[in-house]
């Protein structure tokens, strides 16, 4: 039961103090129709939208579902770093080299070296990803660094394969 206690001094209220003698869930049962239990009411309805808005906010909007071809490429783009070098191949031909921007669920930005500019594509439009990218070669375009560097161990090969022979030749 609420009892307020006052103290006046020289027509003042110096002091307002409650005493609750009963838990508030027992007042609430007792005062059915009565303001607390309004306030009550009011106060469950508030820590159940409180607890069920951050529910729906986190809640994603659905999106379209990414082909398995997709979700592999995605993971590939994964795997690559934000600011990574990395060349792109689409379905169409179109190759695209830079650094890694942006993930999104359906989609990624790379920074294009060549074209400078940011280019966004989507993953159901890639065909291959390769992390890196090489130099310029002899018409212009970028050469993969991994042929590049089977290219040069070949023409290394080639090349202590004429030493030797040429050497043995002059020793007979």
């Known amino acids: 039961m609420l009892e307020p206690i006052l103290a006046e001094n020289n027509g003042s209220i110096k002091t307002l ?8 869930k027992s007042i609430c049962k007792s005062w059915e129709n009565g303001v607390l239990s309004r306030c009550c009411r009011a106060l469950a309805v508030l820590l159940a939208f409180l607890q ?3 529910l729906a906010a986190m809640q994603n909007t ?20 934000i600011d990574g070098k990395l060349t792109v191949k689409k379905i169409d031909g179109t190759e695209y080299h830079g650094h890694l921007q942006a993930v999104e669920p ?14 966004t594509i ?3 439009q890639v065909e291959q990803v390769r992390k890196n990218y090489g130099g310029k070669g002899v018409g212009g375009r970028r050469v993969n660094p991994k042929k590049s560097l089977i290219v040069g161990a070949v ?16 020793k007979s």
């Open 62 to 81: 659905p999106s379209k579902s990414l082909s398995p071809i997709a979700q592999k490429t995605k993971a590939e783009v994964g795997r690559i770093p």
């Open 52 to 54: 069920a808005y951050p």
């Open 17 to 24: 103090r409650v005493a609750i003698s009963r838990s508030p």
């Open 155 to 170: 023409t290394l090969g080639i090349v202590f394969t004429i030493l030797i022979v040429a050497l043995a030749k002059d």
């Open 122 to 124: 989507p993953y159901d």
């Open 106 to 119: 359906e989609e990624f930005s790379i920074r294009e070296v060549d074209l400078k500019t940011t280019v």
